[in-house]
Nanobody, 126 residues
Framework: QVQLVESGGGLVQAGGSLRLSCAASGRAFSSYTLGWFRQAPGKEREFVAAISWSDARTNYADAVKGRLTISRDNAKNTVYLQMNSLKPEDTAVYYC???????????????????WGPGTQVTVSS
C-alpha cells in the first residue's frame, strides 16, 4: 500500500550540493514521521534526519547539522533532503523511510520505521 521512491542521487565533488527527493504514495501521512537514513559499504544503517508530516518538526543527526536540511511538500507528497557542503564521508546509499506517530524527536532508529524506499546512491569525490 505504502510506496516510497527516492531520486536525485549521483556523483558530486566535495563541497558540492545535491537534493534528494522521496515520493510517498499509498495513504495519508498526517500521523507519520518521514526519515532519511544512509548506509555506507561495510557500515550499519545510520540516521540522518526526520520530519513530522503534519507540522514539519525536524530532527538531525549531529554529523549533518548545518549542512543537510529535510523538508516536505504536502501538496506533492514529497520529502526532500537538501545536501550542501558535501564531504567524502557522506558517500552512502540514502534511504527514505516512514514510521507511524511518535515524531522526529524520537524516531531515530531504523526499526521504528515500517516502510522503506529502495535507496539512491550518493557519491562524493575528493
Amino acid at each position: 500500500q505504502v510506496q516510497l521512491v527516492e531520486s536525485g542521487g549521483g556523483l558530486v565533488q566535495a563541497g558540492g550540493s545535491l537534493r534528494l527527493s522521496c515520493a510517498a504514495s499509498g495513504r495519508a501521512f498526517s500521523s507519520y514521521t518521514l526519515g532519511w537514513f544512509r548506509q555506507a559499504p561495510g557500515k550499519e544503517r545510520e540516521f540522518v534526519a526526520a520530519i513530522s508530516w503534519s507540522d514539519a518538526r525536524t530532527n538531525y543527526a549531529d554529523a549533518v547539522k548545518g549542512r543537510l536540511t529535510i523538508s516536505r511538500d504536502n501538496a506533492k507528497n514529497t520529502v526532500y533532503l537538501q545536501m550542501n557542503s558535501l564531504k567524502p564521508e557522506d558517500t552512502a546509499v540514502y534511504y527514505c523511510a516512514a514510521g507511524y506517530a511518535l515524531g522526529p524527536e524520537r524516531l531515530t532508529g531504523q526499526y521504528e520505521y515500517g516502510y522503506w524506499g529502495p535507496g539512491t546512491q550518493v557519491t562524493v569525490s575528493s
